[in-house]
Structures are given as structure tokens and as C-alpha cells.
């Protein structure tokens, strides 16, 4: 009976065991760590070179690696001469990829407009995973039936895009149907297992949904995110997730590897192993945000809003702050997970700082921007 895997056994069946399963050795090209892959997409429509280009930007915000445009031999080629979509490598005796070979027809996009939000673009996306040596998230290729071929119960889009089983295909995750934009929390561990990574993408302070300032493929995605799904990778700066434009409720989880919901759609803003995002910011409905081991600024904005922190989450001291606390609307709601601590309200120190409250707990501190202490009381939390 099959069970759930995580992602670490995803990871190894698109790095190892599926090759296995055909026969084929493990591959990967015999590149150093942050190092050069050079691709020629020329010979595609405009509409086609647009879709490899941001893809190859997807895939190279998981890895670090800089692929690298030409007209001439390329580690990896593309082409659209052919029927359907695939992609095939060339290997040295030694399992190292020598060359890459990706078809995607003109067909196959004639369907989709200029825009990454579509199958087309997830298809480029799950091609190029190919040709850098991943394999397929369960034993199949061509076609697949969810229950029958699938090695695992969680095998779907939301986990990888090397899937062949949308968010509706699989009965066992809880996700709307939502195109896949970039490598899912599964992908990037497996690709990084296979080149490493170079800690370079967007290392500044990045913001990302509203007001992005994430680069032109992320603004893109975040404006079409009623119908996409796309997991974030980040290396450094204080970063905030803003979907403060929304009108549904929300779920903004900060924790890495969390599955969030923004837009309306369910499951489909996911965090990769080791991205830290400090900052959330809600939008018009009734959210739910949760917070990591950082220290977080957290806006729940209009509506009736719920402000999730685990009191053990960091070794360290943690200082939170939320903006916008509406006392007698909005919960705090503190899980003190299995730490064995239990907590309650006579164990918090609540004092006033200023215009602000503070609310102290152990060694972790939350701060209510413009609320007075006076106005807090035991309806202003749960505890879990």
C-alpha cells in the first residue's frame, strides 16, 4: 500500500531511482557549483525562446548555475521540430551529461498566449528538469493514471514539477488545480543535490506578490497567481511576502518548506528548504499568517485576523511584531508545539512600551504596534 513520501524521497526518486527503474545510470553535467551551462534556444518561435529563457531563470534561481545563450553548440539545445515535448541527454561512460536535447512543438504552445502561467511554460519548466538529469516523480513516461501508477501518495504537481498528476489528479493533497511556474520544494532539493548551490539568488531585501521587486518572471507569476503555483528560493536579505491586494482569505505561512494559499487558491505559494522570508503582509479577507524562527514583522490588514507563532520554534530570542492588531478581532494564537512547556495567559508579561504593547513569553517577545496594553485581554488568544 502505497504511503507518503517526503521530500527527501522525492528528491531521490528524480535523481536516482527512476533512472534506476529504466535502466539508465544517475546523470547531471560536470559542472562545478554556481558554474556555466551554455543553451541554444534560436531555432524556437519568439513565443518559444520567451518560455526557455524564463525557464532556464527558474531553474537557475535553484541551483546558482548561469546558463549561458548561444548560436552555436550548446551544452544543451532546443528545438521544436518534432511532435509533442521531451528531452533526452547524452552521456559519457562516467554518468556525465556531454549534451541535452529538448523538444517542445509549436503545437504544443499554439494554445497558450505570452505568459507563464499556462501548461506550456510548465511544460519548458519540466523538460529543462530533464535535461539537467531528473528523472520523473514516479516509474512512468508518456502517460500515467493517479492510483495505479504512482509510487506515493503525495505524487503531484504541488511537490514537483517532474509530475505527471495535477493538484485534481491526486485525491490525497488538499490544492486547486494551479499550473506549475518554477521547481517545487521537491525539485530544488533534488537539483541542488546534483550541482549544489551557490547561495546568490536575490540576496537583497526582496519582496514578493504586491509590489515585487523579485525580477520580471516573479512580478509576472505573482499577477497570474489565481492560476499558478511556484515555490520561492531566496539566499539572503529581509524578505516579505505581500499579498496585501487580495480580497480572499489567506494562508501566509513563513516556515520553510510550508505550503501557503494567496488569491483565492489553495496550496499553491510554497517556501524551499533553507529560504528565511521575516515578513508577511495579508490583504483584505479573513488571513492566517504564521510565523518562522526569525524575527518577523507581520500585517494582517483589514478583516478578522489570525497570528500563528510557535513558542518554540528558535533557540534563541525571538522579537515578532504585528502592525495592525485589532483587540477584540484578531487572535494570537501561541502553540507551544512539543516542547513539553505548556502555556497559558497568566504565564505572559504584558506591559506597555510607549504607544505599544509588549507581550512577553519565555525568552520570545511579540510587539503590537499602536495598541494599548490596557485593551488586551485573554479573548485576544488561543493556545494550542
Do not use: C
Not at 521540430?81 to 523538444?103: K, M, P, T
Not at 494562508?251 to 529560504?275: C, H, Q, W
Amino acid at each position: 500500500m502505497a504511503t507518503a513520501y517526503s521530500y527527501d524521497q522525492i528528491a531521490y526518486q528524480l535523481t536516482d531511482d527512476y533512472w534506476d527503474a529504466t535502466g539508465e545510470p544517475t546523470r547531471s553535467f560536470d559542472v562545478q557549483v554556481g558554474g556555466t551551462i551554455t543553451v541554444n534556444y534560436s531555432a524556437l518561435t519568439s513565443k518559444g525562446q520567451l518560455y526557455a529563457y524564463y525557464a532556464l531563470e527558474m531553474w537557475s534561481d535553484a541551483t546558482g548555475l548561469n546558463f549561458v545563450s548561444t548560436n552555436g553548440a550548446a551544452d544543451i539545445t532546443f528545438d521544436d521540430n518534432d511532435s509533442g515535448a521531451y528531452a533526452y541527454s547524452n552521456l559519457d561512460r562516467f554518468g556525465n551529461i556531454e549534451s541535452s536535447h529538448v523538444n517542445v512543438s509549436t503545437s504544443w504552445i499554439a494554445r497558450d498566449g505570452n505568459n507563464l502561467s499556462n501548461y506550456s511554460f510548465q511544460t519548458y519548466v519540466h523538460e529543462i528538469g530533464h535535461a539537467l538529469g531528473l528523472g520523473h516523480a514516479s516509474n512512468y513516461n508518456g502517460s500515467a493514471d493517479y492510483g495505479q501508477d504512482n509510487l506515493y501518495l503525495n505524487d503531484s504537481w504541488q511537490g514537483t514539477v517532474m509530475s505527471y498528476f495535477s493538484q485534481n489528479e491526486n485525491t490525497y493533497i488538499d490544492a486547486d488545480f494551479a499550473y506549475v511556474a518554477t521547481p517545487q520544494i521537491a525539485d530544488v532539493i533534488a537539483i541542488q543535490n546534483l550541482y549544489g548551490s551557490a547561495g546568490t539568488t536575490r540576496t537583497g531585501d526582496t519582496t514578493y506578490g504586491d509590489n515585487s521587486n523579485a525580477g520580471t518572471a516573479w512580478e509576472h507569476l505573482t499577477t497570474y497567481s489565481r492560476s499558478t503555483t511556484y515555490t520561492i528560493v531566496d539566499d539572503g536579505g529581509e524578505d516579505t511576502i505581500d499579498f496585501s491586494s487580495s480580497y480572499y482569505d489567506q494562508i501566509l505561512d513563513l516556515r520553510e518548506e510550508s505550503i501557503s494559499s494567496v488569491r483565492g487558491v489553495d496550496g499553491n505559494l510554497m517556501i524551499a528548504r533553507g529560504t528565511e522570508i521575516e515578513n508577511a503582509i495579508g490583504g483584505r479577507g479573513d488571513d492566517y499568517l504564521v510565523a518562522n524562527d526569525q524575527d518577523n514583522v507581520l500585517t494582517g490588514g483589514s478583516g478578522a485576523d489570525v497570528f500563528y507563532f510557535f513558542t518554540n520554534e528558535s533557540p534563541s530570542a525571538n522579537t515578532d511584531t504585528i502592525t495592525d492588531f485589532q483587540t477584540g478581532t484578531d487572535i494570537i494564537v501561541l502553540d507551544d508545539g512539543q516542547s513539553g512547556v505548556s502555556i497559558n495567559f497568566d504565564l505572559l508579561d504584558i506591559i506597555s512600551l510607549g504607544s505599544d504593547t509588549s507581550i512577553n513569553f519565555g525568552d520570545d517577545e511579540i510587539i503590537l504596534e499602536n495598541v494599548s496594553a490596557s485593551t488586551v485581554d485573554a479573548n485576544d488568544f488561543m493556545f494550542a
